[in-house]
């Protein structure tokens, strides 16, 4: 009887240290195969989860400065970004919109008149019939030569007509010292005109932006130096930068 518990302990313990080395053997041959790609440690652990801004504090550079609060003041503390220009725009007159006066040293353009201008009108022998008008700036400032002039020959009543197609594309500025012209046609080459009369006398008036003659001052006589033929057909045009366009209508 004790032999057999002796055997029956003996196989039991061989049953045990053959699962014990099935057991070891499966151990060692999982130990083998890789690790899941997720679960490996990253190549640079202790910094892939930080921000551009923690990464450089633990590195010790001390990085890029935050934006100082008064960054973008001009230098006389006001304003926010670039400086802003505090000159006021200014009108024909030469004042500063809102009142005042501007010491800025900005250009400034007036209109046209015969206090800042000086007339002449020449008679030309092409076109005929033609009266070249020439007006020079005698002024400080450059003055805007605004539409046409108003003639006045002799005891005319009324203006001459316009030559639209001489109205320029922009407003004709003068600086001081150069001139702008406009060609008159005093009357028809072909005689087709009516209430003709001969006449030396020229007065011309300016015109402002709207398109009249307030606050331009009075007109200004123009001296001829032989008398004109003027009839029904007399027509005026723009004021022009070259004579050539002046007499061009």
């Known amino acids: 009887m004790r032999t057999l518990n002796f055997r029956r302990a003996a196989r039991t313990s061989a049953l045990g240290a053959v699962a014990l080395i099935a057991s070891l053997s499966l151990t060692a041959c999982q130990g083998d195969d890789p690790e899941p790609y997720d679960a490996l440690p990253s190549a640079s652990a202790g910094s892939a989860s930080k921000t551009p801004a923690e990464s450089a504090g633990s590195s010790g550079d001390k990085g890029t400065a935050a934006p100082d609060a008064d960054q973008g003041k001009d230098s006389t503390g006001s304003g926010s970004g670039g400086g802003t220009s505090t000159t006021k725009p200014k009108d024909d007159s030469g004042n500063s919109n809102g009142g005042g006066s501007d010491d800025s040293g900005d250009a400034v353009t007036v209109t046209c008149t015969g206090a800042?201008?000086?007339?002449?009108?020449?008679?030309?022998?092409?076109?005929?019939?033609?009266?070249?008008?020439?007006?020079?700036?005698?002024?400080?400032?450059?003055?805007?030569?605004?539409?046409?002039?108003?003639?006045?020959?002799?005891?005319?009543?009324?203006?001459?007509?316009?030559?639209?197609?001489?109205?320029?594309?922009?407003?004709?500025?003068?600086?001081?010292?150069?001139?702008?012209?406009?060609?008159?046609?005093?009357?028809?080459?072909?005689?087709?005109?009516?209430?003709?009369?001969?006449?030396?006398?020229?007065?011309?008036?300016?015109?402002?932006?709207?398109?009249?003659?307030?606050?331009?001052?009075?007109?200004?006589?123009?001296?001829?130096?032989?008398?004109?033929?003027?009839?029904?057909?007399?027509?005026?045009?723009?004021?022009?930068?070259?004579?050539?366009?002046?007499?061009?209508?």
Request: with cysteine.
């Open 116 to 249: 800042n201008t000086k007339l002449s009108a020449t008679e030309v022998s092409r076109p005929v019939n033609h009266v070249l008008l020439t007006m020079t700036n005698t002024g400080s400032k450059a003055c805007n030569a605004y539409y046409y002039p108003y003639l006045k020959f002799g005891e005319a009543q009324s203006v001459p007509n316009t030559f639209e197609d001489s109205k320029p594309q922009a407003v004709v500025t003068i600086n001081p010292g150069e001139s702008a012209y406009a060609g008159a046609m005093t009357s028809s080459a072909d005689g087709s005109g009516s209430n003709g009369y001969s006449t030396k006398d020229l007065e011309v008036s300016f015109q402002n932006r709207d398109g009249n003659s307030d606050n331009t001052g009075s007109s200004v006589s123009v001296p001829l130096s032989k008398s004109v033929h003027v009839d029904s057909s007399l027509s005026v045009s723009y004021w022009q930068m070259s004579m050539d366009d002046a007499l061009a209508y």
